[in-house]
């Protein structure tokens, strides 16, 4: 419920903003409905859809009841959607277009602050949660490493030192310990704190085979290498591990990565076009030039290319404009961005019956655009700090002190082992806190990439790009300490 209620408070901006394009190009509440809930995705989309559909069965006679309930269902989860949708029912029924206007302004900076001012609480309370990840990802296991010798030692003193060889100890706990328990803590904290993250954006997912089996192959490596004396030869597989497990990371997202920043790129510019062809409707031109002039003034951008394949198919595609641009096989089928195709559909359609007024349309929604552009930029300057500090925090800092906490555990082994029974050798030592520091990485750039706001194919490609890094700092930071020591 408190995921949903998150989405829902996420796809507020966008629902708004779909009904005032659709009321502004003609104001009837039925048709503002069904074009958000056409084109927005979400629980509140969802409630739009459903209260249509309560109308055309009879189950509600009047459609402003049926909005009116769907503000009512979510006025207990986020007044300012209420107020919102309160604010445009009353506009509509008022009849006024100066009226519907303001009202149209004022739901949108309603719904947008409110965004906004759940954006800069979130910020702040992030600050305690990533003291305490970096405490877990970074002081523990320097203390374990400095602790378990001296736990081995006793009751030892050093007049009563003996030279003789001891039995070894017992390694499960301290690797359970290492490898499992704080790892879990790790990634259960991390959840926790993620999740109340104010959502956006689509959720992708990886081709997770080849992940999977170059995951399985850091613990694995570790297990046939703890029988070597020497420490740095179990650090040294798991590090050609962690370089496998990487490139099966970035050959698996490297199409939807690249994919993604197309579409970032399209939605980023896109605002600025449709400003653009809105000048050239209101000027005179018809459909197909005005997306040709808009093509050419953008030339070198993404948003050229898009503009360029909708004239490509409008002159040769056949039938009717929407359908080479929507049918199958259209310009914008494959289009990944909602909000491109929902605005040019928008004025699509209106241009067909009159150019001007799909000419004003378009410039409303780049303004419309614009604004849900700022929310996301918003959030994102408010978490950068927090991002930036938890990706050094996996690439660098966590990475020198396990790497100095290794070389540690190797010179108190030394120093103890014939005094005390410890439980580990500096090698099997060594190698459990290499696979700390991989699940350790895992969960941080996990916690960041879910804070930034990035989906499955984000998070894998910076986890492939983080981890070899990370194991990069780790295996300097052995060697260069071991010396010291």
Not at 115 to 127: I, P
Not at 372 to 390: F, S, W
Not at 405 to 415: D, E, H, I, P, Q
């Amino acid at each position: 419920m408190r995921e949903r209620r998150q989405d829902a408070s996420a796809e507020a901006p966008e629902v708004v903003s779909y009904l005032a394009m659709g009321l502004t190009t003609a104001p009837a509440l039925d048709r503002a409905m069904a074009f958000a809930a056409e084109h927005a995705e979400g629980p509140l989309a969802e409630g739009m859809r459903g209260a249509l559909w309560d109308v055309h069965l009879r189950g509600r006679t009047r459609i402003e009841d049926a909005f009116l309930s769907v503000a009512d269902a979510w006025g207990s989860r986020d007044a300012d959607v209420k107020r919102a949708m309160y604010g445009i029912a009353h506009a509509v029924r008022d009849g006024s277009p100066e009226t519907l206007a303001r009202a149209l302004d004022r739901a949108r900076t309603q719904v947008f602050e409110g965004t906004r001012r759940r954006m800069r609480e979130y910020a702040a309370s992030l600050r305690g949660p990533t003291t305490a990840l970096f405490a877990l990802g970074v002081l523990l296991p320097l203390i374990v490493s400095s602790m378990v010798p001296l736990l081995s030692v006793g009751s030892f003193s050093p007049s009563a030192v003996e030279v003789a060889d001891r039995d070894p100890g017992n390694p499960l706990p301290w690797v359970l310990l290492l490898d499992v328990a704080f790892p879990a803590a790790t990634f259960a904290f991390a959840h926790a704190v993620s999740s109340r993250r104010p959502r956006s954006g689509p959720r992708g997912f990886v081709r997770m085979r080849r992940v999977l089996m170059g995951a399985v192959a850091v613990p694995v490596a570790a297990l046939l290498t703890l029988s070597f004396p020497n420490p740095l030869v179990p650090v040294v597989a798991i590090g050609i591990a962690v370089g496998s497990l990487s490139v099966g990371l970035l050959s698996a997202t490297r199409a939807a990565v690249r994919e993604g920043r197309r579409r970032e790129a399209v939605e980023r510019e896109f605002p600025d076009a449709l400003f653009q062809l809105g000048s050239r409707l209101q000027e005179g031109n018809g459909l197909e030039s005005a997306f040709l002039a808009v093509a050419d003034a953008a030339q070198g951008t993404e948003c050229a290319d898009l503009f360029r394949g909708i004239v490509h198919a409008m002159r040769f595609g056949g039938g009717t404009v929407e359908d080479a641009l929507f049918g199958p096989g259209g310009a914008l089928e494959r289009m990944p961005s909602r909000t491109v195709r929902a605005s040019l559909k928008l004025v699509v359609d209106l241009a067909v019956k009159d150019p001007e007024t799909a000419g004003r349309a378009a410039l409303e929604t780049s303004s419309h655009l614009r604004d849900l552009q700022g929310i996301e930029q918003d959030l994102r300057a408010e978490l950068r700090p927090t991002v930036d500090a938890m990706r050094a925090t996996a690439t660098f800092f966590a990475p020198a002190v396990l790497g100095v906490s290794a070389s540690l555990y190797g010179l108190l082994f030394r120093a103890f082992a014939t005094a005390a029974s410890l439980p580990m050798a500096p090698a099997a030592f060594a190698a459990a806190l290499g696979v700390y520091l991989v699940l350790t990485a895992v969960g941080i750039v996990w916690f960041a990439s879910r804070i930034a706001g990035l989906a499955w194919d984000g998070f894998a490609d910076q986890l492939g790009r983080a981890l070899p890094a990370a194991y990069a700092v780790f295996l300097i930071a052995v060697l260069a300490s071991g010396s010291a020591l």
